[in-house]
């Protein structure tokens, strides 16, 4: 980091350290645990946490690593004695308007985007107050999604990758 700017990645190769400068953006893609991690460990966390291990504050984000929440699963099966199935709801104007209204996010990720102060990335995956950073993987979801994780997470990767051409272009 140079003047609250990603530059590069510090990494080790067999043990020797190295330097990847970076000629545009760093993306960070370490899914819910390796991304705040790595957010931490470069000095973007809460400043108390990261002072208790010998971390230099680059920026106090309370945000980084908080609300982690588990994708616990269990299969369960339902009979139905109401048409009331998803089915119902997407073929119903009404009913897909309904469920949009209750649709409601209640919890926040790990490294949850938004525009609220507890927000650690905006609406465009950059991580707020830091220039030329972004995160790209599941971590910057709000709450956790009922099924599988892989096609939100792909389909944030590919919006990612829109956002990234077009402000590159706009730059």
Do not use: W
């Amino acid at each position: 980091m140079t003047d609250a700017k990603a530059t590069g990645v510090e990494f080790l190769r067999d043990g020797v350290p190295h330097v990847a400068q970076a000629r545009g953006e760093v993306v960070v893609c370490g899914g819910v645990y390796g991304s705040p991690q790595l957010l931490q460990l470069s000095g973007l966390g809460p400043a108390a946490h990261l002072r208790g291990f010998g971390i230099p504050v680059v920026r106090d984000m309370p945000g980084v690593g908080a609300d982690l929440q588990d994708h616990f699963y269990v299969r369960t099966a339902f009979r139905c004695t109401q048409p009331i199935t998803l089915n119902d709801v997407a073929n119903s104007p009404v009913r897909k308007l309904l469920a949009g209204i209750q649709y409601v996010f209640l919890h926040k990720g790990p490294l949850t985007m938004g525009t609220d102060p507890h927000a650690v990335c905006d609406p465009r995956l950059r991580v707020n107050g830091i220039g030329r950073l972004r995160v790209v993987d599941a971590a910057v979801m709000p709450s956790v999604p009922a099924g599988n994780t892989n096609a939100p997470t792909i389909m944030i990767a590919e919006k990612a990758a829109e956002m990234i051409l077009d402000d590159g272009r706009a730059a």
